[in-house]
Nanobody, 120 residues
Framework: QVQLVESGGGLVQPGGSLRLSCEAS????????MGWFRQAPGKERELLAD???????YYTNSVKGRFTISRDNAKNTVYLQMNTLKPEDTAVYYC??????????????WGQGTQVTVSS
């Protein structure tokens, strides 16, 4: 009943920027907490940033100062602005919507992912 669709990934050179979007759909869907994760080959999926309905944000240290998460509640969309991209940012990026509204787990709503490749 709830679908999350990521978009905006692609190939970018080191130092470049991308903006990812995640649109959530579903009847009267709302989540207090939404976030962005990424997973590189052979690595665990990691939380990058999350945002509450009211706009409170969290960032992991590796992206702090480079990435910005934002949310348009009217559009049920969360964004991830990624600046100063590095090769180590290469991964599949996923958005998630927390059912409980306070943390994330595998039973939450997840998008299918969008590939981000940072390379010269």
């Amino acid at each position: 009943q709830v679908q999350l669709v990521e978009s905006g990934g692609g190939l970018v050179q080191p130092g470049g920027s991308l903006r990812l979007s995640c649109e959530a759909s579903g009847r009267t869907f709302i989540s207090n907490l939404m976030g962005w994760f990424r997973q590189a080959p052979g690595k665990e999926r990691e939380l990058l940033a999350d945002i509450t309905w009211s706009g409170a944000t969290y960032y992991t240290n590796s992206v702090k100062g480079r990435f910005t998460i934002s949310r348009d509640n009217a559009k049920n969309t969360v964004y991830l602005q990624m600046n100063t991209l590095k090769p180590e940012d290469t991964a599949v990026y996923y958005c998630a919507a927390s059912k409980g509204g306070r943390d994330f787990n595998l039973d939450d709503y997840w998008g299918q992912g969008t590939q981000v490749t940072v390379s010269s």
